[in-house]
């Protein structure tokens, strides 16, 4: 990475998707999602990047725009490293960042894989989220999700967990399985947990305790995967992370862009921890990228554009329970 020649043009702006229904976690229910674009122009070339603001930690579309703007006055010519050296991790960093892999891609006449040393991408299998609800309802949502889908994620709460995945496999029953806990196992013996959900073939449990309390797993034997979600966000966190975790969920926005995430899987896969790559609610815009990390990745949840009510025109395909680059 070198600076360029000239200042660079940056402009930021937010735009809301409504959600196709409403989508359900612990937290709370989202009927739309405001998301960031960043555009970068060399004068001749354009970058464009989108990414979705992290509301629980405090993020906005609009502090985001506002971010960015601050950003690009303080550093008229900036770098990607520029960005991981003096703009903090979050969704102002990872639009900006995605917008200068675009615009470097351009400008090369490059695909992104071969830019960022990726894997050559082909279709990836990608989870599709079961929102959190009353096991009848979840057990409907898992029935039709299955008609298209292989892969399911469900959300849970820490209460009603057992009902609620026997229902998704009662509508499901060859579906694979993946469970978000949320933060919401601080409770519960974490172990006995694991070992009840091992009989509907779960496959992955993600962040079973809140970020900063993963010394509750300490010496935990699960015969289920462990996944940090919300307590990985950096690849300075592995470290930590690799003694309670079998696995890391690696997201743009968390990190605050592609050149952070891919340093995250670096990290992870030096410290013998699988890789999923997975999504806030987004449009196939913010999809691309991770896509392309993705093509590393053992587990992929990438359905965000799935879960609006509407998509982008240029937008990523899904069809048969996969994700693939559109035509």
């Known amino acids: 990475m070198t600076l360029p020649a000239a200042p660079l043009s940056v402009s930021a702006s937010a735009e809301r998707w409504p959600v196709n229904g409403s989508f359900v976690i612990s937290r709370g229910a989202k009927t739309h999602v405001d998301v960031v674009i960043c555009t970068v122009s060399d004068g001749t070339h354009q970058g464009v990047g989108e990414a979705t603001p992290i509301y629980y930690e405090g ?11 601050d950003f690009a006055s303080a550093y008229p010519q900036f770098d990607r490293l520029t960005l991981l050296e003096h703009m903090p991790r979050g969704a102002a ?13 351009r400008e090369l006449d490059q695909p992104l ?3 960022a040393s990726l894997p050559e991408p082909g279709p990836l299998t990608t989870a599709f989220t079961i929102s959190l609800g009353d096991p009848a309802q979840m057990e409907v949502d898992a029935r039709a999700a299955a008609d298209t889908h292989n892969l399911l994620k ?3 709460s820490g209460s009603d967990d057992h009902a609620r995945v026997a229902a998704v496999h009662r509508g499901a029953p060859d579906a694979r399985l993946i469970v978000d806990a949320n933060e919401s196992w601080n409770d519960l013996d974490i172990g006995a947990e694991a070992a009840a959900l091992a009989q509907w073939g779960v496959e992955l449990i993600e962040q079973p305790v809140s970020a900063g309390r993963d010394d509750l797993l300490a010496g935990l034997r699960s015969p289920i995967p462990l996944c940090a979600d919300e307590s990985c966000h950096t690849s300075a ?35 013998g921890l699988k890789l999923m790559v997975g999504c806030m609610l987004s449009t196939s815009l913010a999809i691309r990228p991770a896509f392309a990390l993705a093509q590393r990745a053992d587990w992929v949840d990438l359905d965000g554009p799935l879960l609006l009510a ?14 693939m680059l559109g035509p």
């Not at 960093?93 to 891609?105: G, I, K, T, V």
């Not at 509407?310 to 994700?323: L, N």
């Open 237 to 271: 966190d592995i470290p930590a992370l690799a003694p309670y975790y079998q696995a890391v969920n690696i997201k743009l926005d968390k990190a605050g862009g592609l050149t952070e995430a891919i340093r995250i899987a670096d990290a992870a896969e030096q410290a």
């Open 59 to 69: 993020e906005t579309a609009e502090n985001c725009v506002a971010a960015i703007e």
């Open 310 to 323: 509407q998509d982008r025109a240029d937008a990523m395909h899904f069809a048969g329970g996969e994700v």
């Open 93 to 105: 960093r990872n639009a900006l960042d995605c917008a200068l892999w675009d615009l470097e891609c």
């Open 154 to 156: 469900l959300k849970l």
């Open 113 to 115: 894989w071969l830019h």
